[in-house]
Antibody, heavy 121, light 107 residues
Framework: QVQLVESGGGLVKPGGSLRLSCAAS????????MTWIRQAPGKGLEWIAH????????HYRDSVKGRFTISRDNARNSLYLQMDSLRAEDTATYFC??????????????WGQGTLVIVSS | EIVMTQSPATLSVSPGERATLSCRAS??????LAWYQQKPGQAPRLLIY???TRATGLPPRFSGSGSGTDFTLTISSLQSEDFAVYYC?????????FGGGTKVELK
């Protein structure tokens, strides 16, 4: 079935780095734009990055620009989020999500279960 | 960025009752508006896209309406499995933004 599975979360010190992965199955990743969204503990949802199907077009929210890098490997059916210069306020569950194959941008029709990132000394 | 404001923050409803959730955008998003449901410990689930189109398999008791800046999600007869947090989200303009959520709780 169509599925996204995130991995790579954990505890990291402020200023540190972490790389999240999102493995896609049940569909062809190269056909879809993809997104990372996060949710701080007990808080709402926050979109952070988008990547086009080819990887050519990328968008970030301002608060992560220059620190986070979204990328993809369609041959491996995988999406990535490299997070550098991490701050306490980056503590959140990070979800990868598939955008519907219609508009740019579009709604998110498939979500992973999330991976928790804790930034703390 | 477009600010999405949801009201009320919490809605107390009895099973079988109607629930009406509101979402307002700080500028027009046309019909590029989605609604998601999130239960504790789970990922969000797409309910409605393009303001009024139900996602595949969604029961007809869920309906969405509105365009421009004002949107509504209606659950016509609340079932026990509908108690959750609901988020609206605009996909008209970068950065994509979500509302703060409405928690639908048991009255």
């Amino acid at each position: 079935q169509v599925q996204l599975v995130e991995s790579g979360g954990g505890l990291v010190k402020p200023g540190g780095s972490l790389r999240l992965s999102c493995a896609a199955s049940g569909f062809t990743l190269s056909d879809y734009y993809m997104t990372w969204i996060r949710q701080a503990p007990g808080k709402g949802l926050e979109w952070i990055a988008h990547i086009s199907s080819s990887g050519v077009s990328i968008h970030y929210r301002d608060s992560v620009k220059g620190r986070f890098t979204i990328s993809r490997d369609n041959a491996r059916n995988s999406l990535y989020l490299q997070m550098d210069s991490l701050r306490a306020e980056d503590t959140a569950t990070y979800f990868c999500a598939r955008e519907m194959e219609r508009l740019t941008p579009d709604a998110f029709d498939v979500w992973g279960q999330g991976t928790l990132v804790i930034v703390s000394s | 960025e477009i600010v999405m404001t949801q009201s009320p923050a919490t809605l107390s409803v009895s099973p079988g009752e109607r629930a009406t959730l509101s979402c307002r955008a700080s500028e027009t998003v046309s019909s590029h508006l989605a609604w998601y449901q999130q239960k504790p410990g789970q990922a969000p689930r797409l309910l409605i896209y393009d303001a009024s189109t139900r996602a595949t398999g969604l029961p007809p008791r869920f309906s969405g309406s509105g365009s421009g800046t004002d949107f509504t999600l209606t659950i016509s007869s609340l079932q026990s499995e509908d108690f959750a947090v609901y988020y609206c989200q605009q996909y008209n303009k970068w950065p994509l933004t979500f509302g703060g959520g409405t928690k639908v709780e048991l009255k």
